[in-house]
């Protein structure tokens, strides 16, 4: 019998006669196990999912047979961490209740350091404007020797609104629950005077030629700041 059986036929004869009947039944061929194999990825760096292309699922049958089966199941879906030392696959028969599962084993990777490899194209600000991290390229190293650069989704922690005679900036790079900081130096914040001119003189402005200018006189002057501020000076 197969699965495929749904119903037996009986026969009876009596003086020559045979007559038949057909009763249902139900076979079964249970399934015993389940197993992974193919291209199976298994390293990971953390803060990656796990990525079950390649993957192919086999079950196998009291009977011996197996196929390739899908709609199964793997855990954990979220982001993976550097705990994280196996993927459960299961899958359930239709008609069960119970499923099967087996581990794939996987390895995890975390952040060791970052560094900073290209400097941004902008290192000289006015007073109060905003780090501008266009250019960055950082390295990013992980705890099984390996690396790579990224140039983007990192955090500048202190850039806006820089400060007159500041010389860095906090650079932030987060995977999964690992993050990590490089400081970027060399940076140049200045407020210089611009411009000036007089607010206030008590002193005389009509002079004979070969006069000379009196000084001593009180006068105020304004002066114009890069970032467009004025002081008073006397």
């Known amino acids: 019998l197969t699965v495929e059986k749904t119903s037996v036929t009986i026969s009876y004869t009596e003086n020559g006669v045979t007559k038949t009947a057909t009763e249902s039944i139900t076979v079964t061929n249970k399934l015993v196990q389940i197993g992974a194999q193919g291209d199976i990825k298994t390293e990971y760096k953390q803060g990656e999912f796990f990525d079950p292309t390649g993957m192919k699922v086999i079950a196998e049958y009291e009977d011996g047979s197996i196929k390739e089966v899908t709609g199964y199941t793997y855990s954990p879906t979220t982001a993976l961490t550097e705990g994280d030392t196996q993927v459960i696959i299961s899958y359930t028969e ?121 000084s001593n006189n009180t006068i105020t002057l304004t002066a114009r700041y890069e970032d467009n501020s004025t002081q008073e000076i006397t």
């Open 94 to 214: 239709p008609g069960e209740t119970e499923p099967k599962t087996i581990p794939v084993a996987i390895e995890v990777t975390s952040m060791s350091h970052i560094e900073i490899y290209d400097v941004p194209a902008q290192m000289k600000y006015v007073k109060g404007e905003s780090f501008d991290p266009t250019g960055i390229t950082i390295v990013v190293h992980y705890n099984d020797g390996t690396n790579k650069t990224v140039t983007e989704r990192f955090e500048i922690v202190n850039g806006d609104n820089l400060q007159e005679g500041q010389t860095s900036v906090t650079l932030r790079y987060t995977e999964g629950e690992v993050t990590k900081e490089a400081e970027i130096t060399g940076i140049v914040v200045t407020n210089n005077v611009v411009s000036i001119e007089v607010k206030t003189y008590s002193g005389k402005t009509e002079y004979n030629h070969g006069e000379t200018f009196e």
